[in-house]
């Protein structure tokens, strides 16, 4: 079921889908093609906790233990695992599974089950790779404007654009790890032509160009 929660710093969320077991509360979120909202993953975990542990209070569960499980694509799965891990001590409590990973242990498991579940499953199966095989930008027309917003090492909508339009280019090579930072995400081009392609944050750009900060520079060296 999907379970609204309620975070005192971070604010109101929703958590798609929430599980209970003898032993654990798992809740599932899903990402397919959306970015993390403010307070997403911290403001589940909180309302998390506070269910698990009202749960085993009341006998319900053995223990309180919690996890949440952000399914992606597998295009996406490691970048937002990044992004989780940097969000300590959140990520003991987060786990990222990729929508094809999923996929391949539910084809392991169909033929133990009856043909009901069977179909259930192959036509679940074929709904969710008919929508991972259309490219983000058919899936989303408003794609574009969400390229506008900026974070820290890029949006995750940024970086799925850079990942995508990479392969175009002929002298692309094997992309490797990313270059990122604070104001910028991209990927530099093979040598030994060079170059690089990504996202800069516009203010980065224009501070980089702004002539009152060249002067400042030239009248500070001169000082030396």
């Not at 002298?171 to 104001?183: K, M, N, Q, Y």
Request: net charge positive; with cysteine; hydrophobic share 40%.
């Amino acid at each position: 079921m999907e379970h609204g929660t309620l975070d005192p710093e971070q604010g109101n969320g929703r958590v798609d889908l929430l599980i209970e077991t003898n032993d654990a509360l798992i809740g599932i979120e899903n990402k397919f093609d959306a970015l993390f909202q403010p307070g997403q993953p911290q403001k589940y975990l909180h309302s998390m906790m506070k269910r698990a542990l009202a749960l085993r209070d009341g006998g319900v569960m053995s223990t309180g233990r919690h996890l949440l499980v952000i399914l992606a694509p597998e295009a996406r799965a490691t970048s937002i695992g990044e992004d989780v891990g940097r969000l300590n001590p959140v990520a003991k409590r987060c786990r990222v599974l990729s929508w094809e990973r999923l996929l391949d242990s539910f084809a392991g498991i169909a033929a133990a089950q009856d043909l009901k579940s069977q179909l259930l499953l192959a036509e679940f199966e074929g709904f969710v790779r008919r929508y991972l095989a259309v490219p983000v930008f058919g899936r989303d027309p408003a794609w574009i404007a969400s390229l506008s917003h900026w974070v820290d090492s890029g949006s995750e909508r940024q970086r799925q654009a850079v990942e995508q339009l990479w392969p175009a280019f002929a002298d692309a090579g094997v992309s490797g790890r990313p270059s990122l930072g604070e104001f910028y995400y991209g990927f530099y081009f093979a040598k030994p032509r060079g170059g690089w392609f990504g996202f800069v944050q516009s203010r980065a750009i224009r501070e980089s160009f702004d002539p009152r900060r060249e002067r400042r520079g030239v009248r500070r060296r001169h000082r030396l």
